[in-house]
């Protein structure tokens, strides 16, 4: 119902078997509805699931040209904010046009200290500052909430956060880059609990520089300083790793639920975390989203200073 009706031809080969044909036009879940008659045959409708094509990422849709990005966000509205080495959130609307830069204060101070990660819910930005060792809390206009942690390594401290995500419950989910851990914040900066990375066993890992929810609201790590992306459920549980991965930098998860992972090119690994295919195009990615209403993938060349745009074909 929240996407296009995409007619198929039917092809009926006279001995009670069919063959049906159709081009989904996205990616993602679907549902398959075959009739005769007017009524549905037997297990009609099917829920199926349409993958995309990776090797149709190799060329960009859009370019927007940004000195030296470090990450991307885009707001279900379509609005796109980038932070950059200027110590700036720059904000463009869909045809890459800029409309505001957020970062420096009435008093001409700059609010940030390397906004490294975004993310933005709603009418609020979050911004990961790695220098100043907090998350603000900004309006999507630009005015400052609040901070969320403090420097140290103690219950609800950070140490050069590097990326933040809110899932549907508004919990703030932080990689605590230095402290190898992720920490789990109320909207008021309460601490709820910790998944801690130091140690050693399946959980363990090191440097967590990038995370992302899938669609059952689990928690993916990418850790570079073990080359790692683990898994951990809404609680904090550890459920699998995905396979080898060479400095992870990035991570996303598409509309089709493949993981799309920036590495020294951009990797992509099925749901179960295994690696399917290695866009070699595609050098040094520095950051990557997904687009929450249309699936585009934007990921950010800090070498190459620009954030391009890239449609997923079915």
Not at 122 to 135: F, K, T
Not at 199 to 221: F, M, R, T
Request: proline share 5%.
């Amino acid at each position: 119902s929240d996407g296009p009706i995409v007619p198929g031809e039917v092809e009926d080969h006279g001995d009670g078997t069919y063959t049906i044909t159709l081009t989904p036009k996205i990616t993602g879940p679907h549902q398959l509805i075959v009739t005769m008659d007017g009524k549905h045959v037997q297990n009609s409708p099917y829920n199926i699931q349409v993958r995309g094509d990776y090797t149709s990422l190799c060329n960009p849709k859009q370019v927007i040209g940004i000195a030296q990005p470090y990450c991307v966000a885009v707001h279900d509205k379509g609005d796109i904010y980038v932070g950059c080495n200027d110590e700036c959130i720059h904000v463009f609307d869909k045809s890459g046009t800029l409309k505001n830069t957020i970062g420096v204060s009435v008093k001409g101070e700059n609010m940030f200290d390397g906004p490294v990660g975004v993310f933005v819910k709603g009418d609020i930005l979050y911004v990961a500052d790695v220098g100043n060792h907090c998350i603000k809390m900004l309006t999507t206009g630009g005015k400052f909430l609040h901070s969320i942690g403090e420097q140290g390594s103690s219950h609800g401290q950070l140490n050069a956060p590097s990326d933040v995500v809110v899932d549907s419950k508004d919990r703030v989910i932080v990689a605590d880059r230095d402290n190898s851990r992720v920490q789990v914040f109320s909207q008021e900066g309460h601490c709820i609990f910790t998944i801690d990375g130091n140690g050693s066993g399946d959980h363990a890992y090191k440097y967590p520089c990038s995370l992302v929810l899938d669609s059952q609201e689990n928690i993916h790590v990418a850790a570079y300083g073990s080359n790692t992306i683990k898994v951990f459920t809404p609680e904090g549980v550890y459920l699998r790793m995905y396979g080898y991965v060479d400095g992870p930098r990035g991570i996303a998860i598409g509309q089709d639920g493949y993981s799309l992972v920036c590495d020294k090119c951009l990797s992509i690994f099925d749901p179960q975390g295994h690696k399917i295919h290695t866009i070699e195009d595609l050098q040094q990615p520095s950051g990557i989203t997904v687009d929450p209403k249309s699936g585009s993938i934007y990921i950010v060349f800090f070498n190459s200073n620009n954030v391009s745009r890239y449609a997923l074909e079915p």
